[in-house]
């Protein structure tokens, strides 16, 4: 590591700190020429799939843009920012899991429904209603029915074996 002070290519470790789950890695290092001290910051890089659009088009799978669509539809909820971080998180890592290296933005839509379902029905049905086109609201009350979304869960389940868990 180069000294920032001194330009000294040699330096040792005085303290490490891992955090956000040992993603990030924070180094104390001391410069062997001038003896300065300086921080450095290790970022593991992920790579995740990429996401098929509707129309086709493909994107690099973004965090942000699902905690956004989830933030959206729990908009005057009891629902803390810490459960959809998680969900924003188990989403993430299930996505990192799948062999593919593409991934539908429909199978990642099922699973932000799939986990709002399981905390708060309100929210759920508002991210189906952007989330899902639908022509007319039968088709809208046929979907949210609890007995279409059993089905639904079925036919994911049979898409995709290797489902999302959360432990909310």
Same mark, same amino acid.
């Given at each position: 590591m180069k000294c920032p002070f001194c330009g000294h290519l040699e330096d040792r470790?005085?303290?490490t700190?891992?955090? $956000?789950?040992? =993603? =990030?890695?924070?180094?104390?290092r001391e410069c062997l020429g001038c003896r300065q001290r300086f921080t450095t910051v290790e970022n593991l890089f992920l790579s995740f799939p990429l996401v098929i659009k509707k129309d086709g088009r493909r994107e690099e799978f973004s965090k942000l843009k699902i905690l956004k669509g989830i933030q959206a539809a729990c908009q005057k909820r009891a629902i803390s920012l810490a459960q959809m971080d998680h969900i924003v998180e188990s989403i993430a890592k299930?996505?990192?899991? *799948?062999p593919e290296k593409e991934i539908s933005s429909q199978l990642i839509g099922e699973q932000v429904m799939m986990a709002l379902k399981a905390i708060d029905d309100v929210a759920y049905v508002r991210f189906a209603s952007v989330y899902k086109t639908f022509k007319d609201l039968n088709e809208f009350v046929r979907t *949210? &029915?609890?007995? &279409?979304?059993?089905? #639904?869960?079925? &036919?994911?389940? $049979?898409?995709?074996?290797? #489902? *999302?868990?959360l432990g909310v």
């Open positions: 470790v005085i303290e700190r891992e955090q $956000k789950d040992g =993603l =990030l890695i924070r180094r104390r299930w996505a990192m899991s *799948l *949210l &029915s609890p007995s &279409s979304h059993q089905s #639904q869960e079925n &036919s994911t389940k $049979k898409e995709n074996p290797k #489902q *999302l868990s």
